[in-house]
T-cell receptor, first 112, second 113 residues
Framework: QKEVEQNSGPLSVPEGAIASLNCTYS??????FFWYRQYSGKSPELIMS????GDKEDGRFTAQLNKASQYVSLLIRDSQPSDSATYLC????????????FGAGTRLAVHP | KAGVTQTPRYLIKTRGQQVTLSCSPI?????VSWYQQTPGQGLQFLFE???????NKGNFPGRFSGRQFSNSRSEMNVSTLELGDSALYLC????????????FGPGTRLTVT
């Protein structure tokens, strides 16, 4: 079992729709969770961080964390073609300081 | 505030050579982490430095090493390069507290021929 798992996609959504990206993790005591966006040929860009159960909203982005189910998700409302990128879920394992374990990423394609 | 900077941006080396990559963190950030990104393995953690000390290390051979200077700048070194070391090497910086947000630099694209 991989430590952090994501559906590789591509996830294709029409412009203006909600894109839902999912991630599961295996370390039950992980405390810190992050979503990064990576455009082709670029480095990862931090979108959201979430540390406690529930929802966290920032603009068009909402991160959701459920530690009991070991599940974290990212919702993108009013998706735009500029949102087309690979979205990486990252988790810090227990006692991992600043070590990030990444999922393989989900490719999102937003079509006009 | 300036972001994380990495030099050089592109590098071509021959198998068997060694290489040194440099990273300057965001001002005020004292933790620097290094990652390797390849199409096959994705993003993998190499090591993290804080206050000139390696605080955590990933599962890479001893050919991969790093260090951090008193101004928080960091370098990583790869000795005896192999073809499989061709990758994008990313540096990320964060504040001192563990498990906080990390911000990535643009990366160094290393090609080993």
């Amino acid at each position: 079992q991989k430590e952090v798992e994501q559906n590789s996609g591509p996830l294709s959504v029409p412009e203006g729709a909600i894109a839902s990206l999912n991630c599961t993790y295996s370390d039950r005591v992980s405390q810190s969770f992050f979503w990064y966006r990576q455009y082709s040929g670029k480095s990862p860009e931090l979108i959201m961080s979430i540390y406690s159960n529930g929802d966290k909203e920032d603009g068009r982005f909402t991160a959701q964390l459920n530690k009991a189910s070991q599940y974290v998700s990212l919702l993108i409302r009013d998706s735009q073609p500029s949102d087309s990128a690979t979205y990486l879920c990252a988790v810090t394992p227990s006692g991992g300081y600043n070590k990030l374990i990444f999922g393989a990423g989900t490719r999102l394609a937003v079509h006009p | 505030k300036a972001g994380v900077t990495q030099t050089p941006r592109y590098l071509i080396k021959t198998r068997g050579q060694q290489v040194t990559l440099s990273c300057s963190p965001i001002s005020g950030h004292r933790s620097v982490s290094w990652y390797q990104q390849t199409p096959g393995q994705g993003l993998q953690f190499l090591f993290e430095y804080f206050s000139e000390t390696q605080r955590n290390k990933g599962n890479f051979p001893g050919r991969f090493s790093g260090r951090q200077f008193s101004n928080s700048r960091s370098e990583m070194n790869v000795s005896t390069l192999e073809l499989g070391d061709s990758a994008l090497y990313l540096c990320a910086s964060s504040l001192a507290a563990p498990e906080r947000e990390q911000y990535f630099g643009p990366g160094t694209r290393l090609t080993v021929t």
